[in-house]
């Protein structure tokens, strides 16, 4: 049994850390941090938490934390900076779900989020959090910086292609869209349900921040020396709560001499817990994922010419956010990697 501390509770991605934690047998939370509702309880904020954690929110204190076995970070960017180097010296291992360490080049990060990196010196003790690539570094890893979802969602669609240098780095097209959970747990006008309802739009067309952690993540995927990867990225707001549908697009480096795609991606993750590979001629869809740490991917081929297409799915929340999180602490502490994270999604 170990002691887990949340730092930032109140948001989406904090109650579905809760969700999960509070049912996974392995873990006691301890501790739940949020400045702006301290000494409330958990359950009062989010009521289907009722019987479930009995704690109230505390004002984050690195001592506190520190006695703790590892701490997830579920806060905006810049804020984890802040705390990570006195809460690293403590030996407190740490699952970082903001995007504070995804980006190794400190001055990039500072580009894409328009600020001074807070604590560029442990830059390099981050270790990417996406188990189906990085599994044996994030067993002995003290800070993970997990993924975001987007990220996740195309990258687990692109990994076989790279991996196996099968398509063009410099022509891969992401078109991906989102339920509003991602945007967080903010007052926006733009998430207004009368504004939001029965539309659809893209937004970060020139330009979003997930782009640098999508094109370093895909080259650390490809074999040495290759040409890193160019993407064209543009994410959509979807009319729904929570879920991400990913097209991926990518045009094939010799498409007359391509392996059976179907069975390349099948491969691939077979032995992945969280990757499901659907039957040739089957497409996922956002609602078979809900809920869960799922993420289901189908390929193929149009018209036989030489653009490959990739369909991924997952709910951002969880294999986009919580659900992957814990799927890298079971990693670090040895646990079984599905531990709390083993149920069905939600339908309908």
């Keep these: 049994m170990i002691n887990v501390g949340i730092v930032g509770g109140t948001g989406y991605t904090g109650v579905e850390l809760l969700r ?19 000494g409330l309880p958990v359950s009062d904020l989010y009521p289907n938490l ?20 590892v701490v997830f970070f579920a806060t905006p960017h810049g804020v984890a900076q802040n705390l990570m180097p006195a809460l690293m010296a403590t030996g407190t291992r740490v699952v970082d779900l903001s995007a504070d360490f995804r980006i190794r080049d400190a001055e990039l990060w500072a580009h894409w989020y328009n600020q001074a990196h807070g604590c560029p010196e442990l830059i390099d003790q981050a270790v990417y959090g996406l188990p189906e690539n990085n599994r044996d570094a994030i067993k002995q890893a003290k800070l993970v910086a997990c993924p975001g979802c987007y990220p996740t969602a195309a990258q687990l669609g692109l990994l076989p292609l790279l991996e196996n240098q099968l398509v063009d780095p410099n ?5 991906a869209a989102s339920g509003t959970t991602g945007a967080g747990r903010q007052a926006k006008v733009g998430m207004l349900l009368a504004e939001n309802s029965g ?6 067309v020139a330009g979003h921040r997930h782009l640098p952690e999508i094109e370093q993540a895909l080259h650390d995927a490809q074999p040495a020396g290759a040409t890193p990867p160019e993407v064209t990225f543009v994410p959509h707001l979807l009319p729904m709560v929570r879920g991400i549908h990913a097209t991926s697009y990518a045009r094939a480096l010799a498409p007359e001499s391509l392996p059976d795609l179907q069975s390349l991606f099948e491969q691939r993750y077979a032995d992945e817990p969280f990757v499901d590979v659907l ?18 991917i189908s390929v193929c081929q149009p018209q036989g010419r030489d653009t490959i297409v990739v369909l991924s799915v997952i709910d951002n929340l969880t294999k986009g956010a919580a659900g992957q999180a814990i799927q890298n602490m079971n990693i670090m502490f040895g646990f079984e990697e599905t531990a709390g994270l083993d149920v069905v999604a939600l339908l309908p």
């Design 50 to 69: 009722r019987g479930h954690v009995d704690l109230c929110f505390t004002e984050p204190d690195v001592e506190v934390l520190g006695r703790c076995d």
């Design 199 to 204: 539309s659809f739009k893209a937004y970060g």
């Design 20 to 38: 999960l934690l509070c049912k996974h047998s392995q873990v006691q939370v301890s501790v739940i941090t949020s400045r702006a509702e301290a």
């Design 171 to 175: 022509g891969l097209i992401i078109s």
């Design 279 to 296: 039957p040739e001629g089957v497409v996922p869809e956002t609602r078979s994922v809900k809920g869960s740490n799922m993420c289901r």
